[in-house]
């Protein structure tokens, strides 16, 4: 910062925040892949493929809020930067609980940028509004589902490189 | 999206949702003119060229909130995609209903952008926004006010080229 | 306002917008019902009946942005008082145009409270939102549709009574 | 709806989406409690607890985060009713892994509300905001951390009777 | 807490925040009246008065902009709980500098609620983003401008009984 | 405009407000740092050091919410540009009132861009945030503070070159 500054001093480095400076940083293509998982009873599963839960659509709108909810990541998360997503993208698939398993619904979300910063926390906040979205939608049937395994699956673009798990 | 997607399948199509993808498309210098109009009776009509509605001063009111629903776009409309308008600018315009027509306001907004996408639907929201302002601020005098006509008047800039209706 | 504010004069009336005070208005059960109408052109209207427009399921998107715009109703309007919508629902009718009509769309959107002011506006904004996220999902086959005849049809509760138009 | 909507036919069931009409239900003191964890690497676990990562105070602007996240549920979660939160809390736990485990942080969240309907997406959200938050202030350090088990613990009040996991 | 919560250890305290627990709280009527000041060069007070500044009516945009700013109070202060705004005004007073004195703009902001938490910081939000819109409407001219003397001038209803400065 | 917008007349006058139109501005590195100060009782201070105020630790969630608040800029001040920071830093300072001055919190924030349009505005609204918190957090043990001096100190890039107060 400026000399004006100069007397200015941390106060007992209470809560300290910094956002990362991108000023500097490159407009380069990124894009980054997230994925999640919410398993539940097969009463509610049945329900989901079927497309019978009295709330409506579950698939549709959790797509939708997914979305949504990628776009409002910098208004979520304090530090990230606020960006311009140039594409969001939510699949979903059903896999069926076999010896014992949980039956699960697997979210992934896909999140493009041309800009100065990485785009994996939008794809994540993506994948978990989504899961929050099909919790709310089958909650009525099962209570108890969970939401789990909710990571990066591959990150391109970008000075840390291309990596993919 | 990457080799990790491949066992990936859309459940049985319910709520696709496409956001395209501009990642790749040019920044250029984009403009969308959109208008509507909302009718009313004499009187409510005749309250708002005077300036004398009890909710206060209707056409300010809605400019501002026009200008500030272009803002909101993207958050309002599920595909749509963020981006930093360079201007928007929001007209009104009395027309005196004769031979048994309709007193009329005409709304009309301009939204510009260096960007990758068109700003049509900014346009269309900022008019939108401005006639629900105007209808709230009127409704105490008429309840049947009719917002109509709602369209795209022009477009420059963006792949599809110019056009005006 | 209190006696501190004796000698506050309005700065020559430049911009007047009173709130309406609702302060000691009774908690009643209050609903209302708007509607409004998008037309197409036929191949518009066939995909969309089809469900084959590249952008997504049409319906299922608007509907969503039509519910979600009815929360927002208060951060849009500037005088709308925020309040706790207990009921959103949004219907969609196809109407096929004959002898030369246009094929519509009819969007139709119920909005209950239990609280101290009408729901009208909110149920016209969900209206409003649901047909520009049809626009914005059928534009690339059809950017000349136009949204028409957004009105309030029927209001219930509250101190002006019930009418439907 | 009134019987103007008699001729109203939903079209072919594309995107259903019925947010429970609430208006009628008590309001009564109700509460919930979720809970959620996010597994991290030695390294970061060890940064989170002598609070030495880059991007700050992790646990502080996660607590804040989540609080906040919890204010918005209605706006990311469609069919959610907006609501007036009257208590959010947000508590965390660090848990060493040991014998092989991984390392955690568990994430726990409470919201009160006297109203109309129930607490526990707002609790669920409060906890993914937090976890969210988690990983973006630890990411430089360990890309591949897991948010997982988000689940609600216990629920009181409203028609369901109170139950606990 | 319930009893869940046994084993759970605030991590040392950092970022601790408690937002107030209101539940039990009565819903009374409740008020405040908040003040600020906005102080300026000649020149771009003369041309505030005489409407003159090339963005426009700069009262009646900062009016608006204060009313709007007093309902997202909840999402920019953390701790703050939502609740449902009855009444908002805004009032303006400008004051000519004598003797050397500033020219300032007095800026009285008053907010109503029947809920269960005071409203002093709506009314503080309302003053401080009119002062805000206020400088941004005459930054061109001055940018020097300050904004001063932001304080709760009366507060009534609530357990700490009425009180004004 | 364009030429179909011949006809049309602004209506009287009321409510211009003109967004600058900043689409041909070129994209430079701006950056602005603003200031403000909150004066309270020594029991307020005192406990706003010893981080012992009972909501919380009030100079973390102050910074948070001065964070935030600067990306909601564009939202809150009606003719401010949407823009993508690409920096946001508070920093606070106490200082204890001597011979009779009053205990103070200084307030400052730096914003930073590589955009069209400069950000004053979004530092000045970080200044205020920060500063309408901190009052939240005290304002139980003293409801008298007062939130002054908000200023911009200095100013780089654009059009207008560098300055500083």
Known sequence: MQKQN???THVNG???ANMVDVTDKQITQRQAV???YISMSTQAFTMLKDNTHAKGDVLSIARIAGIQGAKKCSDLIPLCHPLMLS???LDFQTIDGVNGDENKVRIQALCKLAGQTGVEMEALTAV????LTLFDMCKAVDPHMQISDIKVLSKQGGKSGDWSC
């Open 128 to 131: 978990s509004v989504a899961a």
């Open 87 to 89: 594409k969001v993208q």
């Open 6 to 8: 100069a007397g200015l």
């Open 34 to 36: 997230a994925e999640g």
């Open 14 to 16: 209470h809560g300290k």
